[in-house]
């Protein structure tokens, strides 16, 4: 919580766990989002431009 108020960083979780105690203690935190693993590596930087840079267009963000 901390640093959500001190800093506008977004906030996301990656885990292979989804259980409710997990998801309620993450909820107190208020994440921008959490990804359930499996993944592909491909789909979570799409998160994680959106996440930094919000809905501009893909032109405006920088390839990681």
């Known amino acids: 919580k901390i ?20 998801l309620e203690k993450t909820a107190m935190t208020e994440p921008c989002s959490i990804a359930f693993k499996p993944f592909l590596e491909e789909d979570l930087m799409k998160l994680v431009r959106k996440l930094l840079f919000g809905q501009k267009n893909n032109y405006d963000a920088p390839q990681f």
């Open 3 to 22: 640093i959500r108020l001190s800093h506008e960083t977004p906030i996301l979780y990656l885990t292979a766990f989804a259980d409710n105690a997990l």
